[in-house]
């Protein structure tokens, strides 16, 4: 029991019922042969559900499960049984989150209510409905309406059925009521702060492509536009490939290098043949001096 709090007590009996053994102390002898765990256990041989019923040592309402013990021939020789303590139960629901004003009820195959978070000496024991608990019964295994489980509230409802692999009737009904205007409210809440996660990073996704744009874009254009005007007022050895590396722009800069490159060579090619052309006239012109 210390280490599964989630349960209410464990208690073993001989194949009478008779318990000789509990978790929690036992102060007169008692048996569990007109419990439903037990009959249930005798007459499957396999792990079986409960229903309502007042703890014969903690004096709480609960619902028992029951093991069976097989002796050699296969036979029941007694029951390991165990019940649920919805104190841990129920500090487990009011740690999970729900809205204000929620109501969640459980009711056994019967529809006797075993637990209940709001007003629970009023219902615990009472059975439920008999219209909500025969529309529960009729349905499917599971569903949600818009409905009240508590005053005029509107709530979202919805149950849910639980039961062994082994048996036909569900041992456990759970029936949740949250109110409605919560639940919106904490979906817009939700629904902006995510907006607002998505907007921070659509921002940065924008501020991040803006930046790579002028990166790997807008400052090589630049460069480029820059070597031209350079190269359009006569500075032929400006050279661009070292800070356009990469890309198409990266190939369209070695081609304005190269571009440069031979310009500047036929340049310098008409310099020379310039310069050999005037030596070559003032030599023909003191030839025809000298004459």
Sequence with gaps: LAMNPRYGNIVITDHHGDVWASGLPMTQPFSLSAVRTFQNVKKTGRFSSGEYLIGRISAKPTIGFGYPIMDQQGDVSGVIALNINFAHFNETLRQAGLPQGTVFTLTDYNGIIINRNQEPERFIGRKLNDDIFMSMVSGSDEGSVTGSEAGDVKQIVSYRKLRLADEQHPYLYIRVGVPLQATMDKAVLEQALDMLFLSSLLITALVVALLIGKYSFIDRINVLRSASQLMAGGNLSVRVSGQVAGGELGQL???????????????????????????????????????
């Design 253 to 291: 800069g070695r081609a304005f290098d190269e571009m440069a490159h031979q310009i500047a060579e036929r340049e310098q090619k008409l310099r020379i043949s310039e310069a050999e052309y005037r030596s070559e006239e003032r030599r023909v012109g003191k030839e025809c001096r000298s004459r």
